[in-house]
């Protein structure tokens, strides 16, 4: 089985994880932890706990986190070694929709194909719009 875990500085992950169940639903393999906020500064020790509390032999957590090279993303670094740990940073909505509705049995394929996904959906949307048609007929 597959768990997610979002983390983040402040309240950007409670609001990921809002965010995807106001969409799909309530999600029992989600999980969050707002980093830095009333003390909450042992990142390492409360992915631990959440490793030890809902993830079993053989299940696999992809954790999100919110910026490359961040402290909340240095902070997990350490799980990298564990094979069925996987991160990814850089997290968006349509990121953690996408991976969390794709399971192909394939986590480095999901994870990817999830990548080129997020990266599709973002872009300056002035030029855009200015660059696409819109006909009538398509409302």
Do not use: W
Not at 28 to 36: D, P, Q, T, V
């Amino acid at each position: 089985m597959r768990h997610y875990l979002l983390i983040s500085h402040g309240t950007l992950a409670e609001g990921m994880k809002s965010s995807v169940e106001l969409i799909t639903g309530k999600q029992e393999n989600l999980y969050f932890i707002n980093a830095y906020i009333d003390g909450n500064t042992n990142i390492p020790q409360e992915v631990s706990k959440i490793i030890d509390q809902y993830i079993a032999q053989g299940d696999e957590l992809l954790i999100f986190t919110d910026i490359l090279g961040g402290s909340v993303n240095n902070a997990v670094t350490e799980f990298t070694q564990n094979p069925q740990i996987h991160i990814i940073t850089g997290m968006n909505l349509p990121l953690v929709l996408n991976i969390l509705l794709e399971d192909n049995g394939t986590i480095g394929a999901d994870i990817e194909s999830s990548l080129e996904l997020a990266k599709e959906n973002m872009c300056y949307y002035n030029k855009y719009i200015k660059n696409t048609v819109i006909l009538d007929e398509d409302f």
